[in-house]
């Protein structure tokens, strides 16, 4: 079997959502050999949340964290992705943990502090329906769960002072299908791109993500890659509303084996 380690950038952000990352670029030949190839990727979750978050009991509040201000706001964070392939077929998981706070002021008059910790991840698998020696085009079916827990304060400073704190959390799988190209410019340079859609009101009425980007190979074994990405997630079931959009460049670590 062969081994190769593969560094990857990729400039991060999920939260949420979704499906979860992106697997590395990684161009498939045309002919294709009989034997299994295998990769883990690890990156960091940077990317910023807007949308609109609410559990019962607090009416849904509008979250805006640019990913430029993410760094301010994340508790803690971790991704990881790992993808086997053999001939035209891939099947690949995907994970991510997040914890982010915030504050938020829906009228003049009120303050609310949210902490939100998700974890979601994806199972997906591929076939690769064109593919040369510098270009592949995958075909992709799977399912991303989402793990959502979320606390919100709201604070009327107003007298008579009032604090009132209500939590929820929710679990869902949203299914989903999409397209994954890659394709080789010149020796070292590779280009890159995703996109999934789903939910279908299964879970969520809507679910999609899109990613793209660039791959720079440093040897056989090393590549460098930064891409942006995009999650969108729009899921409501009684009081409990997470309506929001991810996105943000990534950057990461892939080792092959």
């Known amino acids: 079997m062969k081994s190769c380690l593969t560094l990857l950038a990729l400039s991060a952000l999920a939260v949420h959502a979704g499906e979860p990352a992106a697997t590395p670029p990684q161009i498939t030949p045309a002919s294709h050999d009989s034997g299994w190839e295998f990769s883990v990727a690890l990156y960091a979750p940077l990317m910023g949340l807007e949308g609109d978050i609410g559990v019962a009991g607090i009416a849904p509040s509008h979250v805006d964290i640019g990913f430029d201000d993410i760094l301010d706001n994340l508790d803690g964070g971790l991704s990881g992705a790992f993808e086997a392939r053999k001939d035209r077929w891939s099947i690949a998981v995907d994970a991510i943990w997040m914890k982010v706070s915030?504050?938020?002021?829906?009228?003049?008059?009120?303050?609310?502090?949210?902490?939100?910790?998700?974890?979601?991840?994806?199972?997906?698998?591929?076939?690769?329906?064109?593919?040369?020696?510098?270009?592949?085009?995958?075909?992709?079916?799977?399912?991303?769960?989402?793990?959502?827990?979320?606390?919100?304060?709201?604070?009327?400073?107003?007298?008579?002072?009032?604090?009132?704190?209500?939590?929820?959390?929710q679990e869902w799988i949203d299914p989903f299908v999409g397209l994954r190209f890659q394709t080789q410019l010149g020796d070292r340079w590779t280009f890159f791109a995703s996109g999934n859609y789903g939910?279908?009101?299964?879970?969520?009425?809507?679910?999609?993500?899109?990613?793209?980007?660039?791959?720079?190979?440093?040897?056989?074994?090393?590549?460098?890659?930064?891409?942006?990405?995009?999650?969108?997630?729009?899921?409501?079931?009684?009081?409990?509303v997470y309506d929001v959009e991810s996105s943000g460049p990534n950057i990461g670590l892939v080792v092959r084996f």
């Open 102 to 169: 915030t504050a938020v002021n829906p009228v003049a008059s009120s303050y609310i502090g949210l902490t939100e910790n998700q974890i979601t991840a994806s199972l997906t698998a591929g076939y690769e329906i064109y593919g040369n020696e510098s270009t592949s085009l995958d075909f992709v079916v799977g399912a991303a769960l989402s793990s959502i827990d979320v606390d919100m304060d709201l604070f009327t400073p107003n007298l008579p002072v009032t604090v009132r704190s209500v939590s929820g959390s």
């Open 199 to 240: 939910g279908f009101d299964v879970s969520s009425e809507e679910y999609w993500q899109a990613i793209a980007g660039i791959g720079f190979r440093l040897n056989e074994c090393t590549s460098l890659a930064l891409a942006y990405r995009i999650i969108s997630v729009d899921y409501q079931q009684g009081g409990f």
